[in-house]
């Protein structure tokens, strides 16, 4: 059963930081993609940023030299560094992976930056 949890959101002002984690299980998670998304209340949830396997990143356009995704093999976590928040960057963040054509979401961390 694959699992993803979230965890170090929190609030923060604007120009912070915050680091979030997904912790992953049940998956041989070294072989898969991981991405981040994020969702405001009534909009469409948008991709944040992916890795691969072998450490390519992407990222939304908006958010490039501000948000950092990396991922550690060994501990089965993908992070996701935040710099230079802004109002703006305030929404629930998750973590997916697809795995046999099935898409799997973490819960959710609510990232609030405000002053």
């Known amino acids: 059963q694959v699992q993803l949890v979230e965890s170090g959101g929190g609030l923060v002002q604007p120009g912070g930081s915050l680091r979030l984690s997904c912790a992953a299980s049940g998956i041989a998670f070294s072989l898969y993609r991981m991405g981040w998304y994020r969702q405001a209340p009534g909009k469409q949830r948008e991709l944040v940023a992916t890795i691969t396997r072998d450490g390519t990143t992407t990222y939304a356009d908006s958010l490039k030299g501000r948000f950092t995704i990396s991922r550690d093999n060994a501990k089965n976590t993908v992070n996701l560094q935040m710099n230079s928040l802004k109002p703006e960057d305030t929404d629930v963040y998750y973590c997916?992976?697809?795995?046999?054509?099935?898409?799997?979401w973490g819960q959710g961390t609510q990232v609030t930056v405000s002053s």
């Open positions: 997916s992976t697809n795995v046999m054509v099935q898409n799997y």
